[in-house]
């Protein structure tokens, strides 16, 4: 029988939200998997070391505090997701990896509110040949922080997507110290060679857009923006560059499209609808007139898979008649739209909405739901799923058929 030498546990976990009861979630999963690497690391250093014995004698034998490296090992490709409970454990992990029986080959990283200095031994840390995803959240790193850690990142040369969600970038108004930050923030992130997505969200970034962008290597595939202060001249921009002609998936959920951001917007639509698969817009403060107008840009978009639009104000009416339009375009598999705002309940008390969906009717939702259905059904697009879930993922199928595109 052959030696295994590959494991590969790349995309098995999920990443909690919508969990099966019996399945383990992806912080469970590299805990666990660490734990069983410092475990086999342990049990084979004894094992040498008892057959070192056996030879030599246990007289002359000596222990040496030098790794004892595995002959025999096995590639364990693996996602990782690690916060300040599990850093501990998965740092131990990775400095055992290089010369146990069990050797981390990490694709996607995900960290949560780790510290700068946690940040960056564990970046330190990674194999850089198999590394295409880091996803830092939470993390309030500032420019300064993420300015120490990029030029680490540049060893992983096929790091394809950087997310930079909640990182408190601030470079609305800058410090001459700060705009010297911001330069060579932009000059890092360009050296990134593979980068074809990447995620600011919850930065303020108004009017920085083209200085942003404007030093990366390759065009982006994915661009996400929410929450950002965007101006129109940020959209205008990027409505003009080289990205619109490769942009798969947009995210500006959290800016004011309703007022001058609307026109930019619609030119960035036209622009991107060649290849443009995935739109979210949600929280825009989008009406039924907004979506009136946008949508013979948005009805061009005919790669269109996924559109989130959800916390706009719409009315029952204008979700209706955005269906009737939106049926038309061919590839769309999902849909997430707002709970309608004739649909708003006076009845419930202001103190009881704790949560969105509290503040609305659920009859008068539930009818609504039946009636978009029966209209799907009508124009033979019930392949597509209507839903007013914001915490769910897209489709699985969806974001395949991106990665593959």
């Not at 995309?11 to 992806?26: A, I, K, T, V, Y």
């Not at 911001?182 to 919850?202: H, K």
């Not at 101006?231 to 995210?251: A, G």
């Not at 959920?253 to 609808?273: A, C, D, K, M, W």
Request: aromatic fraction near 6%; charged fraction near 20%; glycine fraction near 4%.
């Amino acid at each position: 029988m052959r030696q295994l030498q590959l494991l590969d546990m790349t995309g098995m976990q999920d990443d909690g939200l919508e969990r099966e009861p019996d399945s383990m979630s992806l912080w469970s999963s590299t805990v666990a998997l660490s734990k069983a690497c410092i475990d086999i690391s342990r049990r084979h250093s004894e094992n040498v070391l008892r057959m070192t014995k056996r030879r030599k004698g246990s007289r002359d034998a000596t222990f040496t505090a030098r790794p004892l490296v595995s002959s025999v090992f096995v590639e364990v490709r693996v996602d990782l997701f690690v916060n300040s409970t599990s850093y501990g454990v998965l740092r131990e992990a990775l400095l055992i990896s290089s010369h146990s029986p069990l050797r981390f080959q990490c694709r996607d990283l995900r960290a949560e509110e780790l510290s700068l200095q946690s940040t960056a031994g564990l970046l330190e840390l990674l194999n850089p040949a198999g590394v295409r995803k880091i996803d830092l959240r939470f993390n309030n790193l500032g420019l300064p922080g993420l300015n120490v850690l990029l030029p680490l990142m540049t060893k992983f040369t096929w790091l394809k997507s950087l997310k930079l969600p909640y990182s408190n970038i601030d470079i609305k108004r800058l410090s001459p110290e700060m705009e010297e930050g911001l330069q060579t923030f932009t000059s890092q992130i360009g050296q990134l060679r593979a980068l074809q997505e990447l995620n600011l969200g919850s930065s303020r970034l108004s009017g920085r857009l083209r200085q942003l962008l404007g030093g990366l290597q390759t065009p982006l595939e994915s661009l996400e923006l929410a929450f950002c202060y965007l101006l129109p001249m940020d959209l205008y921009y990027l409505s003009k560059s080289v990205h619109v002609f490769t942009l798969k998936k947009i995210d500006l959920s959290g800016n004011n499209l309703s007022e001058i951001l609307l026109q930019p917007f619609l030119q960035l639509l036209t622009e991107v609808s060649p290849t443009l698969m995935h739109l979210d817009i949600m929280e825009c403060r989008l009406a039924d007139a907004h979506l009136s107008i946008i949508m013979p840009a948005l009805c061009r978009c005919l790669c269109l898979r996924y559109i989130g639009f959800a916390s706009n104000p719409v009315s029952s009416q204008g979700l209706k008649t955005f269906l009737q339009n939106s049926v038309r375009l061919p590839e769309l598999q999902q849909v997430v739209y707002p709970f309608p705002v004739d649909c708003f309940s006076d009845d419930i008390p202001s103190t009881r909405c704790t949560f969105a969906k509290i503040l609305y009717d659920e009859e008068k939702v539930k009818q609504v739901a039946i009636a978009l259905q029966e209209m799907l059904v009508r124009a033979q697009r019930s392949d597509i799923v209507w839903t007013t879930d914001i915490v769910g993922t897209p489709r699985t199928d969806i974001i395949e058929k991106m990665d593959s595109g």
